[in-house]
């Protein structure tokens, strides 16, 4: 059988995090994977401070900017966005996005939020019609009154299948090999099981000559028919299913569990930022741990509702309460992520979270504010902020309507008495 090649796209924090894990996998499982892996890296001119394990005076290639795919290439490590990790040798940076995916079956998605549209733009017409993507993005994609996962966007743009991977999944404990969970949300159209297509008995063919489109479309996570039109993996390939899933990402230190509920998982990961700024004021505010459950718990109600009322076709309620990609990762995230600690330091100084984030991330992108504006402009569409009271109020807060130590009001539903 041919052996699928994997690309990561993107390369920050989670990104070259992800990357290292898949190409650890990928070179213990070389019966179903290529061994080498590629990840595409938006190329940047970057110093070697002495963060890096790599930094050396007398190094060449730490007296002065050097392209960052030439630094991860040689020293083998992230130096901005995850330094002091040794990644493996055979995950390559490559910083041709075109190039990155060329003939690869399965592409892993993993970059913030807001770059995604522009890049799937310069993706098409590159990508194997007949790959299969993962989106680790925590995020959703608001247009005006409508609202989708990434999974669904990146899927509809490429017209492939895209599953999600959600967990309570802070980098640089994963990239330390300290225990995680995740979750995968992988639940491909039936095609994919593997019952033999007519190409086969002819042995190894190009994708679906013999294979009508047009009866391929799959289920969107609405529960719709979606627009996309599958294309078949050709048989030559060993199937994309829950065990390959499983073998390209679990690790004795990130125990993987694969679910069928892409909605469920996408959302927990994209809501859990907006409810961890709310926790990050709290904090800020010196509220102490009693304040700060109070907000997780009816963040948690929001995200479960915000799923039932907008996705009730196909959420899994329980997503939010049992998986990883829910109440573990709000708890995580508001505990020790990026989003509570720059909103927490933006009370604590009277910045904005902005300012913070570009003083304390060296480039990492927080996805809890603009995910709030997102999610606030959509509920409003809905005429639906009454009812999820918590994420409307840190929409308002950071557009400066309202104050912090106002949550405990804002937060109080309205029929309260
Ligand atoms: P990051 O916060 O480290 O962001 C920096 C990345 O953005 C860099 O790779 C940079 O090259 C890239 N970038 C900057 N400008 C760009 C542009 N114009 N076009 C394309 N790329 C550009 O990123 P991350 O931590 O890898 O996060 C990716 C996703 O993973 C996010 O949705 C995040 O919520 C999620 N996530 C992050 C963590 C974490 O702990 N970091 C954990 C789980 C999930
Ligand atoms: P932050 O982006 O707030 O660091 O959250 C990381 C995360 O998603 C942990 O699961």
């Not at 995090?17 to 190329?43: P, S």
């Not at 070697?48 to 060449?60: A, R």
């Not at 993993?110 to 733009?121: A, G, S, T, V």
């Not at 009154?145 to 959600?166: P, Q, R, V």
Request: net charge negative; proline share 5%; glycine share 8%.
């Amino acid at each position: 059988a041919r052996k699928h090649k994997v690309t990561i796209i993107g390369s920050g924090n989670w990104g070259s995090t992800i990357g290292k894990m898949v190409a650890e996998n990928t070179a213990e499982h070389t019966d179903l994977f290529e061994r080498d892996v590629q990840m595409w890296v938006y190329e940047e001119d970057v110093e070697v401070d002495n963060k890096s394990k790599h930094y050396n005076e007398s190094n060449e290639l730490c007296k002065g900017p050097q392209k960052l795919t030439t630094l991860v290439n040689t020293f083998h490590e992230n130096v901005k966005y995850l330094p002091g990790i040794d990644l493996p040798h055979n995950l390559i940076a490559n910083p041709s996005l075109t190039d990155a995916v060329k003939n690869s079956s399965i592409l892993v998605f993993n970059l913030p939020h807001q770059f995604i549209l522009n890049l799937c733009k310069q993706l098409r017409g590159h990508i194997k019609p007949f790959a299969r993507g993962i989106s680790c993005i925590k995020g959703v994609n608001v247009k005006e009154s409508s609202i989708s996962l990434f999974s669904e966007t990146i899927g509809e743009e490429l017209g492939i299948y895209c599953g999600a991977l959600s967990g309570a999944n802070i980098a640089k404990e994963v990239a330390e090999e300290k225990f995680s969970e995740t979750t995968i949300a992988y639940d491909p159209p039936p095609m994919d099981s593997r019952t033999p297509t007519p190409a086969t008995s002819q042995g190894p063919s190009p994708v679906s000559s013999h294979v009508d489109l047009t009866k391929l479309a799959h289920k969107d996570v609405s529960g719709k028919p979606s627009k996309v039109r599958l294309h078949p993996l050709p048989s030559e390939y060993q199937p994309i299913d829950h065990e390959t899933i499983k073998k390209l990402f679990h690790r004795r230190y990130f125990h993987v569990r694969v679910v069928s509920d892409v909605a469920g998982v996408s959302l927990g990961g994209a809501l859990k930022n907006i409810v961890a700024v709310a926790a990050g004021w709290v904090d800020g505010l010196g509220w102490g741990d009693n304040a700060k459950a109070a907000i997780m718990r009816v963040g948690l109600l929001e995200m479960r509702e915000f799923g039932n009322r907008f996705f009730p076709n196909t959420v899994q309620p329980d997503t939010f309460t049992v998986e990883s990609a829910g109440v573990a990762d709000l708890i995580t995230t508001c505990s020790g992520g990026r989003n509570h600690r720059c909103a927490k330091l933006s009370i604590q100084e009277g910045k904005s979270i902005e300012e913070i984030e570009a003083r304390e991330l060296n480039g990492q992108k927080l996805q809890g504010a603009m995910t709030a504006h997102e999610v606030a402009t959509f509920l409003k569409s809905q005429k639906a902020e009454k009812d999820f009271p918590l994420l409307t109020a840190v929409h308002n807060i950071l557009e400066g309507r309202g104050k912090a130590e106002d949550l405990p009001d804002l937060i109080e539903p309205e029929d309260s008495g």
